[in-house]
């Protein structure tokens, strides 16, 4: 399972939005999401998402509106539109509105992660290496190092540490990482988190200097 990206995903309709958090989730991708075109903006420039999902008809204005408003304020991110099929959203054909394309609901998940793969391979810069002091993490390839030494990790543990690398020197509580590197319907608690930060910590932290920091009362930090 690879990590590949950080996506907004922007629906009104809470069953579809969770289904493609929890599913774009499990592989691999981080995301956040939105429920209407404001939080949208406001995700889209705090967030800065690789690529954002944009459902056209949201309560408060339209996906093109969201767009117009993003590129106007400078903000490049690609976007797919999902679009309803029932021929309402005859704009789609002049779609161009910034987008980079779009998706007729009802899409299957398969279709969603395709095209969502397609575009990011067009526009993101090539292997992503995350480093931390010793440690590095290759995105693509999943090859985690800890100085010359390979260290394995299942994916659970990858997508953790993957997580914890992309957000070095911020500290994450527990729920955060939990969000972000369990499915959204996961029916745990952060005990979970608890138990991969320590097989994390035996498996690439076991050499001073630490670079896994518990921060009391908050959560965790990776940093040199
Ligand atoms: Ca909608």
Redesign the pocket.
């Known amino acids: 399972m690879s990590s590949r990206g950080r996506l907004l995903v922007v629906?009104?309709?809470p069953s579809i939005r969770e289904l493609l958090c929890a599913s774009l989730r499990f592989a691999g991708f981080t995301v956040t999401s939105a429920a209407t075109g404001s939080e949208a903006l406001q995700a889209a420039r705090d967030d800065s998402p690789d690529l954002v999902l944009l459902?056209?008809?949201?309560?408060d204005r339209d996906g093109f509106e969201v767009v117009r408003r993003l590129r106007s304020s400078g903000v490049r991110v690609p976007v797919l539109y999902l679009t309803a099929r029932d021929g309402t959203d005859d704009r789609v054909t002049g779609l161009t509105i910034g987008g980079d394309g779009y998706i007729t609901k009802p899409f299957s998940l398969e279709e969603v992660i395709a095209r969502v793969t397609a575009v990011l391979r067009r526009t993101r810069p090539g292997t992503e290496q995350l480093t931390c002091g010793e440690l590095s993490l290759d995105v693509d390839s999943h090859v985690v190092r800890r100085g010359s030494r390979v260290v394995e990790l299942s994916p659970t543990e990858f997508r953790l540490l993957h997580y914890l690398m992309r957000n070095s020197g911020r500290v994450l509580s527990k729920a955060q990482i939990l969000d972000q590197v369990w499915s959204h319907d996961f029916d745990g608690d952060v005990g979970v988190v608890e138990s991969y930060i320590s097989y994390l910590r035996r498996k690439v932290d076991g050499t001073e200097p630490r670079l896994i920091h518990t921060v009391r009362g908050l959560g965790y930090m990776i940093r040199p």
């Open positions: 629906e009104d309709e459902d056209v008809m949201l309560p």
